[in-house]
């Protein structure tokens, strides 16, 4: 019963967190999705294993933030497309920051760093750019709270389906626990809620928002296991504990980072 009430609670609070910035301001979303970014990046260095301690890592959580900061700036108009070129310089610098290491593990670290900017800090700051993406003037929030619903929807359900019809096995190797039956089933209540934004947004036809659920929905459901892969092969049962019966920040976001650039990719595709 404790979990239950543990789970809950964290639970509420972090859609409070989510949906709350995403209607209060771009810059208060922003704001947050920083915090989130950081503690993301600190999660994927233990699960990666490199071999030492976040502060010997200074500059991979400093190139982390910046790559960030640029993507969503960027993507929020408030920096000119220009300063993209500095992405290819933060990427670049990774190798001379190994130049100065006596470790000889620099291919390790720096393949675990590059994998943390381009998994992490890019789709985090192209959550930022689904605000501005389209033929819509101003600040837009129907794609941002749409994506999370459809995840949620589809996560809620796929358990519930998969705990009461699951027999077939999605993906044993990487998670025992998932089922062909409960994927279907969050599917298909994924699609339902797609059909109910429809109703209240929009922008997007009912075609699109029901191909932008498919879209989500499959692309956060390979996220999840790519997740499930990184922690498998860490011997970690959750990436961290910031979320307190909901593990850490790439539980919580496994499934939206992975889906985020499928998201952004077809709604600039079919905006022009």
């Keep these: 019963m404790k979990e239950i009430y543990t789970r809950s609670l964290t639970g509420f609070f972090f859609i409070v967190a989510v949906i709350g910035s995403i209607l209060l301001h771009p810059l208060a979303f922003f704001i947050v999705f920083s915090g989130f970014t950081y503690v993301a990046l600190l999660e994927f260095l233990k699960l ?3 071999g030492d301690g976040p502060e010997k890592n200074r500059a991979y959580f400093a190139s982390g933030m910046l ?6 700036l960027m993507g929020l108009g408030y920096l000119d497309l220009q300063f993209a070129y500095f992405l290819l310089l933060v990427f670049f610098f990774t190798f001379v920051f190994e130049l100065f290491r006596k470790q000889n593990t620099s291919r390790k670290r720096v393949g675990a760093w590059f994998t943390g900017f381009v998994y992490i800090a890019i789709p985090f700051g ?3 750019s689904l605000f501005v993406t389209g033929n819509v003037e101003g600040f837009r929030t129907d794609i941002l709270i ?3 619903v459809i995840i949620w929807t589809s996560d809620v359900f796929a358990y519930l389906v998969g705990s009461w019809l699951g027999k077939h096995k999605l993906f044993e190797r990487i998670s025992p626990k998932k089922s062909w039956e409960g994927s279907i089933g969050g599917l298909l209540f994924a699609l339902l809620a797609g059909y109910i934004l429809s109703l209240f947004f929009h922008h997007f036809s009912l075609a699109n928002w029901l191909t932008l659920t498919v879209i989500i929905v499959v692309a956060g459901a390979l996220g999840d296991l790519i997740e ?3 922690k498998r092969q860490a011997g970690e049962k959750d990436s961290g504990s910031l979320f307190p019966g909901h593990g850490g920040v790439l539980d919580r976001f496994d499934a939206v980072m ?4 499928f998201v952004f990719v077809y709604v600039n595709l079919i905006s022009t």
């Design 48 to 50: 990666s294993g490199v």
């Design 67 to 72: 790559v960030y900061f640029l993507t969503a």
């Design 126 to 128: 192209l959550m930022n």
């Design 146 to 148: 749409g994506l999370f």
């Design 228 to 230: 499930s892969m990184f």
């Design 258 to 261: 992975f889906a985020t650039p």
